[in-house]
């Protein structure tokens, strides 16, 4: 931690929580609110769904003013305060649609002993592939409060997220990334990061990537699940093969590679010593090989 804030402190009356995002499954922007604030709304929206009032913002009008009075009202506040309150919903709303943001929150929102609304702590996270339109949230941006190898993954043009598990994942796209987790989980097994080295696969591409994977010391196996559509099965083989002699990797790997010419990969890499299948259940090997490392 490189940053403390200090605030003055607040004469609170009433805590709640405020928030605003995306609901998939609707395919609108919801607001929440909750008069159960300074607590994980995680904690609040499983033990206790009842206490969270939600309303729909129409994609074209956006939230309306009576409907952020009817969420005041719903948490029960008092009726001389719902405007202060709606007041800040709508600001809320406002900012999170300016921002391009994929959550815009507050929590807690506190009412004070004289009456006035205030924002004790408030979150926003932004839309990366929108920030070509907001430079100004771009140079927010704190290296210091960031993973040190997420940042170089990005400096590289990789996607990577660090987890907690033991099987290093190097995959071309971020839906079989996806996948490729899930099929590491269903096999009993947990996934070191999330990685995607991108549609090519490249020599450089694959190299970076075994370089981040291998910097994590809690790594056992590793999983380069490929499928070469456009990319052909063999060039990213021999991509493998090269990465393989620049850089040293000691933990046991497993390549499934499908797609374009995927059988004369899976020669190449065979002949290179690594293990090449073309079945994402025989991929799932990786983990028996984590627990035997």
């Not at 605003?20 to 609707?26: A, F, G, T």
Request: hydrophobic letters at 50%; glycine letters at 10%; one cysteine or more.
């Amino acid at each position: 931690m490189s940053k403390v804030l200090v605030a003055r402190g607040a004469d609170i009356a009433q805590e709640f929580y405020l928030g605003v995002v995306l609901d998939r499954p609707r395919r609108q922007t919801v607001v929440m609110a909750s008069a159960e604030g300074g607590v994980d709304i995680e904690e609040v929206a499983r033990e206790r769904p009842e206490q969270i009032v939600r309303a729909h913002a129409d994609p074209l009008l956006g939230l309306r003013p009576y409907q952020a009075r009817r969420l005041g009202f719903a948490l029960g506040i008092a009726a001389d305060k719902v405007n202060g309150f709606a007041a800040v919903t709508q600001d809320l709303y406002a900012a999170y649609i300016a921002e391009d943001a994929t959550l815009a929150e507050i929590n807690p929102l506190v009412l004070t002993g004289d009456g006035t609304w205030l924002a004790l702590d408030s979150k926003m996270s932004f839309d990366d592939n929108a920030l070509g339109r907001h430079p100004e949230v771009e140079a927010l941006r704190d290296p210091a409060e960031e993973d040190a190898t997420e940042l170089e993954a990005r400096r590289a043009g990789i996607s990577f997220v660090k987890l907690d598990g033991t099987i290093g994942c190097i995959v071309n796209g971020a839906g079989l990334a996806m996948a490729t987790m899930d099929a590491v989980k269903l096999h009993g097994g947990e996934p070191a990061n999330f990685l995607d080295v991108g549609g090519g696969a490249s020599a450089d591409q694959v190299a970076k990537a075994f370089g981040l994977v291998t910097a994590d010391p809690n790594v056992r196996a590793i999983l380069i699940n490929i499928f070469g559509g456009i990319t052909r099965g063999d060039i990213v083989a021999q991509g493998i093969r090269e990465a393989l002699g620049r850089v040293r990797v000691e933990a046991p790997i497993v390549v499934r590679l499908a797609g374009t010419n995927a059988e004369e990969g899976r020669r190449l890499l065979a002949d290179a010593g690594m293990t090449a299948v073309d079945t994402m259940d025989e991929a799932a090997a990786v983990v028996a090989a984590a627990r035997v490392a």
